[in-house]
C-alpha cells in the first residue's frame, strides 16, 4: 500500500492539514528533473515513517492554487495545525532527506508562522 496521497483539490488539502500528526507534503511538477529525482526518495521516507506523519504530494502544474506557498521546486513543506513548521527545498539523497525531515516530524518547532489560506474543491485519490 503507497503512503503517500496525492492531493487534487483545497478542500482535501484542509481536511488533511487538521490531522493530529505533522503533516508532510512534497510540491512537484512533471517537467522538474530535480522533483523526478525526489519522488522515490519522498515514497520511501513515507513508507517508512508512516504512523508518525500523514504524507501527501500535490502537482503544481496541475494544481497551482495548491502551491501558493512554494516558490522553488521540488518543496517538502511540513504542517502542524495547518501552519507551516518546516520545510526541505531541492533534490537530495535519501540520507539527507531523512537528516533534515526527521527533527521536522519527530520534534515539532512551531517557530514559522505561516497559515493556510483560499482554497476551493473536492476531491483525493491515493497513488
Known amino acids: 500500500m503507497n503512503s503517500v496521497i496525492e492531493i487534487r483539490d483545497s478542500e482535501a488539502f484542509r ?18 528533473g530535480p522533483c523526478r529525482s525526489l519522488k522515490p526518495v519522498f515514497e520511501r521516507f513515507a513508507a517508512e515513517y508512516c504512523g508518525k506523519a500523514e504524507f501527501a ?12 506557498s512554494v516558490r522553488y521546486l521540488p518543496t517538502v513543506l511540513v504542517y502542524r495545525d495547518t501552519r507551516i513548521v518546516g520545510q526541505v527545498v531541492g533534490a537530495k539523497s535519501f540520507e539527507e532527506f531523512q537528516q533534515e525531515m ?8 512551531a517557530s ?6 483560499g482554497f476551493g ?3 483525493v485519490r491515493t497513488r
Do not use: K
Not at 481536511?15 to 522538474?32: G, H, K, N, T
Open 112 to 117: 514559522c508562522d505561516s497559515t493556510l489560506e
Open 102 to 109: 526527521l527533527p521536522l516530524i519527530l520534534n515539532i518547532d
Open 15 to 32: 481536511r488533511l492539514l487538521r490531522s493530529e500528526l505533522p503533516v508532510v507534503v512534497e510540491f512537484w511538477a512533471p517537467w522538474c
Open 121 to 123: 474543491e473536492d476531491h
Open 57 to 68: 504530494s500535490v502537482n503544481t502544474y496541475e494544481f497551482p492554487q495548491l502551491s501558493r
